[in-house]
């Protein structure tokens, strides 16, 4: 059995389905990313979990116990906000002991736990400082130690780095990571930023529209996403129309590729920017219309006839101009999606 258990959640407002059936399994100490854009549901089923909202139908299972029915306070579960939720009154160490008075832990208890967790969050120092004194780095290190001095048996982080800089925001998801692996906690992190997910995740679980749409490695997804929709929210990709003739298929610019599924008919396929090679040629079948140099790399948009496709090249020694004809070539094989409904509508 999974350390944690969500069973077909659901939740509607009136007629109107925020969550359609969800049903995900987390292993212990495993951290799982729920990824997808703003209103697709990820929060609300962070909400449900903790018990600040409650579902229209399904069960949560957490160690073997049902908790959906019971209070949040019951549910040995800690979270983390994404405004740290802080209270401005007291000190560090206070708003660190403040739940663990609540529950009632002896007082020697709760001076070990609230030393452990200042330690592993680098706040030792910080002890007696007010949340106004702290910088936002600091404050978000408060709120994640307050939740770990819970040792509860699941985590959830509600997209926690987003209101940071994008310098900090890097430098705390690389603590947060290793955090993860000291303490060993089992954790639900929620975000919208894709590389924030590949980064973090164990595995990652991709919603939109209130559905589940497919759960993997950050590295699985990548490189042999299922559907569309995965393919274009996890990076950037080009999703071509192609027909297949069994193992293969002629790309745009008329390279024959093998694929990486047998297919007859109508289908798209998923290829990455970064894995087309572009050339500059008088008698290529492309021309350059627009160049973007992003120093690491240089991207490109590729105009065939009405089909556009995006290259990307790194450690180029020069750019090639807009209006330049080019010549592409993908090498290897091509990753076909298995999504029937993008079948159907090709």
């Known amino acids: 059995m999974s350390e944690l258990e969500i069973r077909n959640i659901t939740k509607d407002y009136g007629v109107s389905r925020a969550l359609h059936p969800v049903s995900i399994n987390v292993e212990r100490g495993e951290f799982v990313t729920i990824l997808g854009p703003s209103g697709c549901g990820k ?3 962070l909400r449900i979990l903790m018990g600040i909202s409650e579902q229209s139908g399904g069960e949560i299972w957490l160690g073997g116990k049902r908790i959906d029915t019971a209070p949040p306070e019951a549910r040995d579960i800690a979270m983390v906000f994404q405004s740290y939720a802080l209270f401005p009154h007291m000190s560090v160490a206070k708003n660190l002991g403040f739940g663990l008075r609540m529950k009632k832990i002896a007082k020697d208890e709760r001076a070990r736990r609230i030393s452990h967790a200042l330690e592993i969050c680098n706040l030792s120092g910080l002890t007696d400082r007010m949340p106004r ?9 408060v709120a994640l130690a307050r939740a770990i001095v819970m040792q509860p048996s699941l985590l959830l982080f509600d997209e926690p780095l987003s209101n940071l800089d994008a310098k900090l925001r890097d430098t705390l998801r690389h603590e947060l990571t ?6 060993g906690a089992t954790s639900i992190y929620v975000t919208h930023d894709q590389a924030e997910a590949m980064a973090m995740s164990d595995r990652i679980v991709v919603m939109n529209a209130g559905r589940v749409v497919e759960v993997g490695t950050p590295l699985e997804l990548y490189r042999a996403p299922k559907h569309a929709f995965t393919a274009g929210f996890l990076g950037q990709t080009n999703l071509l129309h192609v027909d297949a003739d069994g193992t293969q298929a002629q790309l745009p610019w008329h390279q024959s590729v093998n694929l990486d599924k047998t297919a007859i008919g109508p289908v798209q396929i998923s290829v990455r920017p970064e894995n087309i090679a572009i050339t500059a040629d008088e008698n290529g079948t492309g021309t350059v219309s627009a160049v973007s140099f992003m120093g690491a790399n ?8 009405q089909t556009q496709v995006r290259v990307s090249q790194s450690g180029a020694d020069h750019l090639i101009d807009a209006g330049r004809s080019v010549s592409l070539q993908f090498p290897g094989v091509v990753h076909l999606l298995n999504d029937a409904s993008i079948r159907e509508a090709a």
């Open 133 to 141: 004194q702290l910088s936002g780095g600091q404050q978000q290190r």
């Open 298 to 305: 240089a991207l490109y948009t590729v105009e065939i006839g």
């Open 43 to 45: 929060s609300t089923l």
């Open 178 to 183: 290793q955090l993860h692996r000291r303490i």
